[in-house]
């Protein structure tokens, strides 16, 4: 499998690229696994009782926690979830597990399963955690300066609250786990995983035997957003026991309504702020209490608030500010990764600040964002200089230009005039998001490079590949480096004994680790290489090139395949590793200081949008980027990176909403139910444009990580919507609950026409409850 | 009964035995290998699962994309469905003309979704005239690439070539619908061809299943791990699809899907040309069917607002009798209809004189393929200035579509002034009291009683 983005998609569009299930449905031994689902969000389990279920068509094996030969809870930081829980703590969490041989019978059977339960009280929001005073963690804080100080000398002063909602990942192909026994006893995981090596450590100890006995394949995913850097874990370990219990290979895959009533999602994050700013708007002082519903284990949310406390600045200098949070614990499933990690609860949140700043002084909020931009020279709340921080004053005035603001401003103006049932509105935003893992041990990659005496190669790294293009990127730097046709490069899908103890593919980083670790592999094998082709070419070292396959110098050439068959009759190994560890990047938690990141991403957007005054109804109309992505190694993919993540932010601001009921159930529990962007919310006009001239001398070929940072630039849509609402009213502050779905919006407009030149009075507090 | 049935996979015929009735189309396909169908959903929603059947058509046949995660198995008997896998050469340089542009244009990331994109480009590919990509696609989700590669993969499609074998294929006949009794697992299926064996089947089988299009039964079947031990399946009988343009009605057969509602009435009745484009996909549209949404009775279904405003009339029909009663007195509480379980839905019929001014308002999250939160259908016969008749009907605002008939009583004789729309609206707020949802509020849900009508008044008397 070549991985060129042409022959990539070429499996695509003929079906012949395989997920995980379509590898297990082609084994008729396996068995399918289907969940016994918990009925409450919080209660003791007393019995369970499988005998009906065991004697069912076809069923092999009901798993329980008796089944578990080692670890019995597992867990990416702390191992606080339980593999079969006594106490469950959301509800849907599986509480054991039926093995048969379909998949219709394992779910009929599952029904069966008689579980009996003590039901206990439950915690089921954020202020419900507060007020019951439980959370997962201790708070995490950063200060700079002086804040209390500040906020008591700043000539204005605001205040406010904001509850910014979850995200379901809804990547298109659910977990899915397949685990069979290899010839000599070792257990083979085929796993719709970010986590290879996770993956692999966690089957080990849960089957209690060493990682050497485990080996887990990521061969590609269906999309995973953050969805499968820890989640997957749970399934594979389930599939890997039944595997170990039964003697047969077992699959669970989650059709769509467990994965989405099992699996957590993006964090929901409530918001207290207090800003203190001059009379132009520019920010003096910023105090933020931020408190996520991290669910009800830890999963990665230390590491996901610890984010947001980083990104609570976006591209602003605030020379006094405070940031606080702490993670609080709910009986909903455990919130995790989603693209962006923490940053776009917390940019939402300074967005939402800058612009009430703005409403309330009655200056244009695109004024006000520009003002408060960092310059060249100023260091982060957390201390690490802005390296670059000039781009964003380029990449607005370049935006501002291009999308024709000032124009379209008026021609809205105008608009909005003639129209009183309708209004548009429209908001540039701007995107500064670091680029490294937070947790600076993470941030290394291996890579396992291998010439065969014909000239191919095959290419092993330890990143995955979910969609986002990294194999394609990481064969570019591979050809570019070995000097090769793509076609003789083979990309290896992602194996847990090519390549071991790696980090997830996760944080944008992907390309940048591992393309500089396989980048380091070709450079090594180019090195041997160069001096036997000199010999053959009868030229220096230095006058050899090597390009698409043909080796060149002195006049003369070769084909690649003759110089590596000298190299291995002079004894050359033909193989290398490469190896990648992030130079510079350290962080003290303790002193909140420090440089925890390689370099930051820059972007912003313009976007347009239209309201419909009667029911809140709105729809894009425009939306134009202009976004830093260093020297784009694949121009095309990160375009795609660029729009898909825009589009998905902005359904996670606007129609997205994961709504639970009073028993703790989620009530958004399917397509049907829960709505992402379809083609309708693709913006007729979508212009893309990447920022010129900004090679990054920090990552591989001068290229930037794309993966999370255009998430955030959805936050234009949010802000224009605010700007249309703000048009049915007499000026002033807007507050728009989040997410802005039609409803949300249609109570923002009542409010600004109720009052219209009052200062926020908070939609949010007068929508009424539903549903909580 | 028999245990066996036959159907044409991708050009080659299929012989099914033993297999379960309950299994889905999707199933089955996946079962055989052919995993380049998807589950996303199971509820029709993605459109990973799309394939396509041949249909009739006036010149030779069609393609239609469907959802194959709600066609159950035995529905295809006799038919030809094609699947990503059979719709080009097999080598990498055979790739379908929409498969090279989908490559070709970025249309795919992670790829799960593009099987589904491309079967439902591959059938709209042979249309003329085509759809808009965006009408085209709205029953396929994506949530990698932000559609805009895809719009473009579509916009760019080339003109079928004379040699395309697809072409040939369609020059010829669709398969005809065919008789089907099967059983398998201790299950049945029976598709009837004419009415008179549908209605005794109903009779001998009072608690069979009905299956029209199966866009709401098998989403519940999927969701719920529901099992049918005998269904009834309707889509054979030609005299419940079929659309008559009669003296001074409509007469639509239940089982016409909205696909040929919109087809045939889109131009004739201006409500139902507005509101069948917002009613979920083309993929359902395809199969959907006019008299599973009447029955299905949800209280948001879209149907029901536009044909209480329109004052249509149902007719049902048993072995023994046939009836007509207004599609007021059809819904009589939540998910609850006047049929008897003897009988079958057969026929819609729809005045044929419209009204002078007509809106339907659909509010939902989503613009294209979403439930309503709140429906609206607002029709208004005037003359000379002063309304003659006003028919009021909303969905999402009480157990069952009702008519607001005080409100539209309140109207006639007058013109559309403010005041009137302020007694309009008095007459519906104290009319009903919404529920709280997952898709809206219930103080939402009010305050649209009151701002669609405004809407309406803003659009026809501004
Ligand atoms: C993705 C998706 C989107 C949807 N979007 C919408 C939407 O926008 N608006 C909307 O209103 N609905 C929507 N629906 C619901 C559904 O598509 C419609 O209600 C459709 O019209 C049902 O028709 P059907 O033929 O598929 O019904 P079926 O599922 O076949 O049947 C529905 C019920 O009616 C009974 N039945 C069917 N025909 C008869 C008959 N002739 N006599 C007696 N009983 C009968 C069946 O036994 C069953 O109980 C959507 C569904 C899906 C899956
Ligand atoms: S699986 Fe989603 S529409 Fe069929
Ligand atoms: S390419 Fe991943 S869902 Fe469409």
Redesign the pocket.
């Known amino acids: 499998m070549s991985a060129s983005g042409h022959e990539r998609a070429s499996r695509h569009v003929t079906g012949d690229a395989l997920y995980v299930h379509d590898l297990a449905v082609r084994d008729p031994a396996t068995l399918h696994a289907w969940p016994v689902q918990s009925v409450h969000a919080h209660a003791r389990v007393t019995a369970i009782d499988g005998g009906d279920a065991l004697r069912m068509p076809g069923v092999r094996a009901l798993l329980t926690a008796r089944d578990v030969p080692g670890a019995k809870t597992i867990g990416p930081v702390r191992h606080d979830e339980p593999l079969f829980p006594d106490e469950v703590c959301y509800h849907g969490q599986p509480v054991a597990w039926v093995l048969a041989d379909g998949e219709s019978q394992a779910r009929a059977a599952a029904a069966r399963v008689r579980v009996a339960y003590e039901v206990l009280p439950a915690v089921l929001s954020i202020q419900a955690a507060i007020a019951a005073d439980s959370f997962l963690t201790e708070p995490q804080a950063i200060v700079a300066g002086d804040p209390d100080a500040a906020l008591g000398a700043a000539s204005h002063r605001l205040a406010g609250e904001l509850h910014v909602g979850g995200q379901e990942h809804f990547y298109l192909e659910m977990q899915c786990a397949w685990v069979h026994r290899d010839a000599t006893g070792g257990f083979v995981v085929h796993s719709s995983t970010q986590h290879p090596a996770e993956t692999q450590a966690t089957v080990a100890h849960v089957l209690d035997v060493p990682a050497h006995r485990v080996v887990c394949e990521s061969l590609r995913m269906g999309g995973a957003f953050g969805g499968k850097e820890s989640q997957a874990n749970l399934f594979a370990a389930i599939a890997a026991l039944g595997c170990h219990v039964t003697g047969r290979p077992v699959v669970v895959r989650l059709d769509r309504r467990r994965d989405m009533t099992i699996t957590g999602k993006r964090h929901p994050f409530f918001a207290r702020y207090e800003v203190g700013f001059d009379g132009d708007g520019r920010l003096q002082a910023l105090v933020v209490e931020l408190c996520s519903d991290g669910g009800y284990s830890l999963d990665l949310s230390n590491a996901i608030l610890g984010r947001a406390l980083f990104h609570i600045d976006n591209c602003y200098r605030v020379p006094h500010l405070r940031v606080r949070g702490r993670v609080a614990r709910t009986h909903l499933p455990s919130n995790t990764a989603m693209r962006g990690f923490g940053g776009p609860q917390a940019m939402v949140v300074v967005e939402e600040v800058v612009d009430r700043v703005a409403r309330t002084l009655g200056l244009p909020p695109e004024v006000v964002r520009q003002r408060n931009f960092y310059r060249p020279g100023d260091r982060t709340h957390y201390g690490q200089q802005v390296r670059d921080a000039e781009r964003i004053d380029r990449i607005w005035r370049e935006l501002l230009a291009t999308s024709d603001y000032a124009s379209r401003r008026a021609a809205i103006d105008a608009w909005n005039t003639a129209h009183p049932h309708a209004k548009r509105g429209l908001a540039i935003t701007p995107v500064k998001f670091g680029i490294s893992f937070t947790t600076t041990a993470l941030n290394q990659a291996g890579a396992l490079v291998l010439v065969y005496r014909d000239g191919s190669v095959q290419v092993n790294h330890g990143g995955t590949e979910m969609g986002q293009g990294l194999h394609s990127k990481v064969l570019a730097i591979a050809v570019r480096t070995l000097g090769v046709a793509p076609q003789q490069v083979r990309m290896m899908p992602t194996r847990t004994d090519k390549v071991p103890n790696t980090s997830a593919t996760a944080a944008s980083s992907g390309s940048d680790l591992n393309g500089e670790a396989v980048r380091r592999a070709c450079d090594e094998l180019r090195g041997r290489l160069l001096p036997v082709a000199a010999a053959m070419l009868g030229c220096a070292d230095d006058e050899v090139g090597i390009t698409d396959g043909v080796v060149r110098g002195g006049g003369r050439e070769l084909p690649f395949a003759e110089v590596v068959e000298r190299a291995y009759q002079q004894r050359s190994p033909l193989f290398a590793t490469g190896y990648y560890a992030t130079p510079g990047i350290h962080f003290d938690a303790a002193a909140g200081r420090g440089e925890p990141f390689r370099y930051f991403a820059w972007g912003a957007a313009v976007a347009e949008v239209e309201v419909d005054g009667f029911t809140g109804a709105h729809r894009l109309r425009a939306v134009d980027i202009l976004h830093d992505v260093g020297d784009s190694l694949a121009p095309a993919i990160d375009r795609g990176q660029i729009e898909g993540g825009f589009l998905q932010g902005m359904g996670w601001l606007t129609c997205e909403q994961v709504v639970f009921g009073a028993d703790g159930a989620l009530r958004s529990r399917g397509a ?1 139910t829960y709505k992402l962007p379809g083609v309708g919310e693709c913006p007729p006009r979508f212009v893309v444009n990447m920022l010129s001239r900004a090679t990054e001398p920090g990552a591989v070929f001068g290229s930037k990580a794309v993966g999370e940072p255009p998430l955030m630039l959805a936050i234009a849509v949010r802000e224009a919507l605010r700007d249309a609402v703000a048009a049915f009213g007499g000026g002033g502050p807007v507050a728009l609950a989040c997410p802005s779905v039609p409803e949300t919006v249609f109570w923002a407009i009542q409010a600004v026409r109720r009052a219209p030149a009052a200062t926020a009075a908070a939609a949010d507090d007068q929508r009424p409850r539903s549903c909580r | 009964m028999s245990a066996a049935f036959e159907f044409t996979l991708n050009g080659r015929p299929i012989a099914v035995a033993g297999v379960d009735p309950n299994t889905t189309l999707l199933a089955f396909l996946r079962a055989r290998g052919l995993t380049g169908t998807k589950e996303s959903c199971a ?3 993605c459109g990973a699962c799309a394939v396509a059947v041949v249909v009739a058509h006036a010149r030779g046949s069609r393609f239609q994309a469907v959802n194959s995660c ?1 066609v159950l198995l035995p529905e295809v008997a006799g038919g030809e469905v094609w699947t990503v896998e059979g719709v080009c050469g097999g080598a990498p340089e055979d790739l379908h003309p929409v498969q090279r542009s989908l490559a070709e244009h970025n249309g795919s990331q992670c790829g799960y979704c593009t099987p589904g994109f491309v079967m439902s480009l591959f059938a709209g590919y042979y249309d003329t005239p085509r759809s808009e990509p965006r009408a085209l696609l709205a ?1 396929n989700l994506c949530r990698c690439t932000g559609y805009r590669p895809i719009c473009e993969a579509a916009a760019a499609l080339p003109a079928p070539t004379a040699g395309d074998v697809h072409v040939a294929r369609l020059q010829r006949a669709a398969p005809g619908p065919t008789a089907v009794e099967y059983g398998a697992g201790g299950a049945h299926f029976h598709r009837p061809t004419t009415l008179e064996q549908a209605l005794a089947l109903r009779a001998r089988h009072p608690d069979a ?11 519940e079947h999927n969701q719920e791990g529901r099992r049918h031990e005998r269904v009834i399946a ?1 889509s054979a009988v030609a005299a ?1 699809r079929a659309i008559e343009d009669r003296a001074d009605e409509f007469v639509v057969g ?2 016409a899907t ?1 696909h040929d509602v919109l087809q045939r009435l889109g131009d004739r009745v201006p409500m139902l040309a507005q509101m069948v484009p ?4 083309p993929l ?1 549209r395809n ?7 009447l ?2 009775a ?1 209280p ?4 029901a607002p536009v044909l209480l405003a329109l004052d249509t009339n149902v007719e049902v029909a048993s072995a023994t009798a046939r009836r007509t009663l207004p599609l007021r007195e059809w819904f009589l509480g939540y998910r609850r209809t006047a ?1 008897q379980p003897d ?4 026929a819609i019929r729809i005045p044929k004189v419209q009204p002078t001014a007509s809106r339907f308002y659909k509010v939902s999250k989503r613009e294209l ?4 939160s709140v429906s609206a259908a607002v029709a208004v016969w005037q003359h000379g200035g002063r309304v003659t008749q006003a028919r009021f009907a909303f969905g999402g605002v009480a157990a069952t579509p009702v008519l607001a008939s005080a409100a539209g009583a309140a109207l006639v004789g007058r013109s559309l002034d403010a005041a009137a729309l302020r007694d309009c609206q008095a007459a519906v707020r104290s009319a009903f009291t919404p529920i709280d949802d997952v898709r809206a509020s219930a103080a939402y849900r009010a305050a649209m009683l009151e701002s669609l009508l405004a809407k309406f008044w803003s659009e026809v008397a501004p």
């Open positions: 049907s | 509820e029709g929603e709600l029953g299943t009905l299956l029209a299009g199966g866009t709401d039964l098998v989403v309707l419940l239940a089982t909205w917002l009613f979920a996909s359902i199969r959907g069917t006019l008299g599973g949404n029955t299905t949800s948001v279904g879209d149907a049929l009988e079958l839905l057969v393929d979403d439930i309503s």
